[in-house]
């Protein structure tokens, strides 16, 4: 994953912003991530749902809202208007530059905030919502002992998650005068709504009347058992694996380019050591995630090397019998490959030295005898995998600085 730290213009200020780019150079689409009310982009949900995003092919820019994070100006002087301007100044940013983002994702206020954004950009051709208010002065229950003095005196200072913040007479009214049904009603894209029923900041009826507000189509998904800002990392990864697999619906495979090029039936793997063994790998056109069990220390996110070097002596024998049934015209229907690896301990020379044993185990689906079936277990030995596995194999390893 390659992370470009970005100073996006947007009229007075500049906000500061992420953009992430699978390593591979290939991607589905390019999404924006907008954050939830005095948040910043480095919340825990913005960087795994942006983090995991990437490594399924997604680019995704998560950036800080004016005057929150390392964006200019004072959070006092912005509202739920800022907000919209904000994604839009984002939006127009990496349409220049990039590509025009087809995806939206706003968490929270962030999510309504994507919603009213979406009514001026005619181009976005999905929208996430993730525990997003269907109104955003849902929002005042946050302050609520304030706001007859933010009323009365113009400013008050509220705490929110534990810090303080001011606001201005400006931002109520600005959120008190915002009708979102309508904006939602007259939407008309695709809408995928991520709500937690357990969630205490932005009940579970938020969603319900999104969902109602919204055409079709439009999808929920309950985040069961997380909480508002899906602090448990799990939570927010499986939110990520479904809007990855929901997006495919509506966005088609884009390309962005990066400086990584891969030669024909060149492999790329990649490993950020901050995250544990976990590792992307990537061909041209496809890509995989490999890591360690959590027994041996990893996450479990993937396939083990020595499962996938299984994988590959499975697949190419799978494929070479299918090959040779049709060349012999023999009713080979189905086939399956279990294949498992140890070591073992012989006796070399004198000496004790392990050696990599693998067991395929076959099963043959079809009408077919016993001659038959004894040929395609002979053939199965003889894939190019295999061979390449049990013959000798020179490996050269070279560095390299591009």
């Avoid at 390593?23 to 825990?44: E, M, P, Q």
């Avoid at 495919?248 to 793997?269: A, D, G, H, M, S």
């Avoid at 090959?323 to 012989?346: M, T």
Wanted: glycine content about 6%.
């Amino acid at each position: 994953m390659n992370t470009t730290e970005l100073n996006i213009p947007a009229g007075d200020n500049e906000l500061h912003a992420k953009l992430h780019i699978p390593v591979s150079g290939k991607i589905r689409h390019l999404a924006i991530f907008a954050h939830c009310f005095t948040c910043t982009k480095n919340l825990g949900i913005a960087r795994h749902i942006s983090k995991t995003l990437t490594e399924k092919g997604i680019a995704v820019l998560r950036f800080d809202f004016a005057g929150l994070g390392k964006s200019d100006g004072e959070f006092s002087d912005t509202n739920f208007t800022h907000n919209i301007k904000d994604i839009k100044f984002v939006y127009d940013y990496l349409a220049q530059k990039y590509k025009k983002p087809e995806l939206l994702i706003g968490h929270s206020l962030g999510g309504a905030a994507v919603l009213a954004a979406t009514a001026d950009l005619p181009d976005v051709k999905a929208i996430v919502t993730i525990g997003s208010p269907s109104t955003p002065s849902h929002v005042k229950h946050m302050f609520e002992h304030q706001i007859e003095q933010i009323k009365e005196k113009g400013v008050a200072e509220v705490n929110v998650g534990g810090r303080p913040f001011q606001l201005k007479k400006q931002f109520l009214e600005d959120i008190e005068n915002r009708d979102l049904t309508n904006i939602i009603h007259n939407l008309k894209k695709p809408l995928l709504i991520l709500h937690s029923p357990q969630d205490t900041i932005v009940e579970i009826e938020n969603a319900a009347e999104i969902y109602q507000a919204a055409f079709h189509p439009k999808s929920f998904i309950s985040l069961d058992g997380a909480d508002h800002i899906l602090s448990n990392k799990e939570d927010a990864i499986y939110a990520a694996d479904v809007i990855a697999s929901w997006a495919q619906r509506y966005v088609p495979f884009e390309e962005l380019q990066t400086e990584v090029t891969l030669e024909e039936k060149e492999i790329l793997i990649h490993l950020n050591l901050n995250d544990g063994f976990t590792s992307s790998i990537f061909s041209n056109e496809h890509s995989l995630i490999a890591d360690e069990p959590k027994s041996a220390g990893g996450k479990d996110m993937g396939f083990a090397p020595y499962d996938l070097l299984n994988a590959s002596l499975g697949a190419c024998t799978v494929m070479t019998l299918k090959l040779y049934a049709e060349r012999k015209e023999w009713d080979l229907k189905e086939v399956f490959v279990r294949i498992s690896n140890e070591k073992k301990e012989e006796i070399v020379n004198g000496k004790r030295v392990k050696k990599d044993y693998f067991k395929k185990k076959l099963k043959f689906v079809g009408n077919l005898s016993e001659e038959q079936k004894a040929k395609l277990l002979d053939i199965s030995s003889r894939c190019p995998v295999h061979r390449t596995i049990a013959g000798e194999v020179t490996i050269d390893s070279i560095e390299v600085h591009d």
